[in-house]
């Protein structure tokens, strides 16, 4: 069992910056897969960035490409998300998700990952 806890969220006026964090407990964070996934009002939640459990692969949505940075930090039992150049369309609660499964690979859908945090929001202002 996995407990994620994400902070860093906020209000951030358009080109700006923010990084959120996403604190795991337990001893086994090492070995899952991290990823960061947000929900607009009115849409379904969507795949933004992951990091394998490996720390060897990461991935981005397009949309977010060039602009926002995954890291982990083992040690901190943390995953970051660097977000830079936000746009007011970046406006969403964002979630951090773990995925058991030592895979090579980022997964995508929500349903590849087991455990989520509460969220937390970021809003952008144009």
């Known amino acids: 069992q996995v407990h994620l806890v994400e902070s860093g969220g906020g209000l951030v006026q358009a080109g700006g910056s923010l990084r959120l964090s996403c604190a795991a407990s337990g001893r086994t964070f090492s070995s899952y897969a991290m990823g960061w996934f947000r929900q607009a009002p009115g849409k379904e939640r969507e795949f933004v960035s992951g990091?394998?459990?490996?720390?060897?692969?990461?991935k981005y949505a397009d949309s977010v490409k060039g602009r926002f940075t995954i890291s982990r930090d083992n040690a901190k039992n943390t995953v970051y998300l660097q977000m830079g150049s936000v746009k007011p369309e970046d406006t969403a609660v964002y979630y951090c998700?773990?995925?058991?499964?030592?895979?090579?690979?980022?997964?995508?859908?929500?349903?590849?990952?087991?455990?989520w945090g509460q969220g937390t929001q970021v809003t952008v202002s144009s």
């Open positions: 990091i394998t459990w490996s720390g060897a692969n990461t």
């Open positions: 998700a773990a995925d058991r499964q030592r895979l090579p690979i980022v997964a995508v859908t929500t349903i590849a990952y087991d455990y």
